[in-house]
């Protein structure tokens, strides 16, 4: 009898277990008023979405998506026709049954054996009411600004919605317990900035005020994320708060974004799926911005990660590609000291840009026959006419070899600034300021230090202007 009381424990211990380790997926949709159809299973990947896998519906709207592996977690969708998608987790447990109507699909979607999804829904719900209040009360107070009275009314109840609207995701986190749902709203819970006391007597009151406010948000911004959790990956909010960080928070300069690059990447450095997706996503933002000085970010990141051997997801190709374009940009990095330039003349005398004893020296490539060249050479010519005893000389290098068509351009509208002919590129200007289209301009100043580039010729006289207001 106990062998037999034996047995049946050991059966239902051996089934418990086998339960807690089963592994794979298994999905059960049922989409009313759907028949004989495709919908799909996707998931989030940075700010993209991708297919998993489909799912073909019966006449009853009936269909299985099923796995041996079990999925990585985070937010999937299912894609219905028409463009229509619903949200739903992909956690720890992936087996359940979801159905709702076609026609109502976000109101009737209901899960079955999968209680975090139930609360994912009710969220959604809450929110995006709490969302909308908060909007209506925005125009209210848009269409109430000479009304003092009312604007004072209206701008407080904004402020309880917003206060409402925090406590509830703090909320919607502590009842969840620590699953992938209270993961993801806590990530969403703003960085409330303490009132910092400044004295009376401070110089600059405001300005101090605004350094502390700054340097608490931007030193505090990842508190609520987990930069080493790997289910955030597949989902819009890693995306998302990398973007809003180096986008909106931090200053813009490169010595300051690459400060906050050594401490972020030091916070993922330990999950390598992470550290290569923070990797990749700076490396790509940071190479496409059109913001002035950037590419020094782009050379810091070349030359952490991806030249140093960190990066083993790129190939060798790539990072030959690479480091071609790195050593076009680092000898004319804003800041470093310009290349000297000695070359022949209009005049038929050799000039050197480092002869030029001006605040200020615009450097300008240009073709005589390129057609933005044609648009902006008149107007530098322009701009030039009204400041050259102002202290400021444009030394203009021809990048073509046609030297009558040079020279008839240079007659034609009377260039007087220094116009610099290289042909055979002697100087490796196309080298060192990385020539590689026309028109082009650098700004030095008067120890040759590079303060611009690649500023459009319309832009280049606000620039000095302000450079002379506040840095001089």
């Known amino acids: 009898m106990r062998k037999i009381i034996y047995t049946i424990l ?3 211990v051996s ?3 086998f339960s807690q380790i089963k592994t794979g997926y298994d999905i059960d949709v049922t989409i009313r008023g759907l028949q004989d159809s495709t919908v799909y299973l996707a998931y989030h990947l940075g700010d993209k979405q991708y297919i998993k896998d489909t799912i073909r519906l019966d006449k009853s709207g009936h269909g299985i998506v099923l796995g041996k592996e079990s999925l990585p977690q985070g937010i999937y969708m299912i894609v219905l026709p028409g463009k229509k998608y619903f949200e739903m987790l992909i956690s720890k447990d992936q087996f359940f049954s979801l159905n709702c109507s076609y026609t109502d699909y976000f109101n009737t979607l209901n899960f079955i054996g999968s209680d975090e999804n139930t609360a994912f829904i009710d969220y959604q719900k809450k929110w995006m009411m709490m969302q909308q209040k908060a909007s209506e009360l925005v125009k209210r107070i848009q269409n109430n600004k000479q009304n003092a009275d009312s604007s004072k009314i209206l701008t407080a109840l904004e402020k309880t919605q917003e206060d409402n609207m925090k406590s509830y995701l703090k909320n919607v986190v502590a009842d969840n317990n620590g699953n992938l749902l209270a993961t993801l709203v806590k990530a969403l819970i703003p960085i409330e900035v303490p009132e910092f006391a400044i004295p009376a007597i401070a110089q600059n009151r405001d300005s101090v005020k605004w350094i502390r406010n700054y340097n608490y948000n931007k030193d505090h911004f990842f508190d609520n994320i987990d930069l080493t959790d790997e289910r955030l990956l597949r989902t819009p909010i890693l995306y998302a708060k990398l973007n809003t ?6 200053i813009q300069s490169p010595d300051s974004i690459n400060k906050e690059i050594d401490k972020i990447i ?41 030249l140093s051997g960190k990066a083993d997801w790129v190939s060798k190709e790539f990072k030959d590609d690479l480091r071609k374009q790195i050593d076009l940009i680092r000898p ?10 000695i070359m022949n003349s209009y005049k038929g005398i050799f000039v050197s840009l480092y002869d030029v004893e001006k605040e200020f020296t615009i450097l300008y490539f240009w073709e005589p026959n390129c057609g933005h060249c044609k648009e902006a050479t008149p107007k ?93």
């Open 380 to 472: 530098l010519k322009a701009y030039y006419d009204k400041v050259k005893n102002d202290n400021i000389e444009v030394f203009a290098v021809c990048t073509t070899a046609d030297k009558p068509a040079w020279t008839k351009y240079i007659e034609d509208n009377k260039l007087t600034w220094i116009n610099g002919w290289d042909p055979e590129r002697a100087s490796h200007f196309d080298y060192y300021y990385n020539v590689q289209s026309t028109p082009m301009v650098y700004i030095l100043d008067r120890n040759k230090k590079i303060i611009a580039k690649k500023l459009a010729v319309e832009d280049i006289g606000s620039y000095i202007e302000n450079y002379r207001k506040y840095f001089k």
């Open 245 to 250: 960080f180096f986008t909106n928070v931090v």
């Open 10 to 12: 050991l059966t239902l």
């Open 15 to 17: 089934a418990s277990l």
């Open 332 to 341: 004319n990095l804003i800041g470093k000291k310009a290349e000297n330039l």
């Open 266 to 306: 030091l916070k993922c450095k330990s999950d390598y799926k992470i550290y290569q997706f923070v990797s990749v996503y700076l490396f790509n933002h940071f190479r496409e911005s059109e913001i002035m000085g950037h590419d020094a970010v782009m050379v810091k990141l070349a030359d952490d990660i991806y």
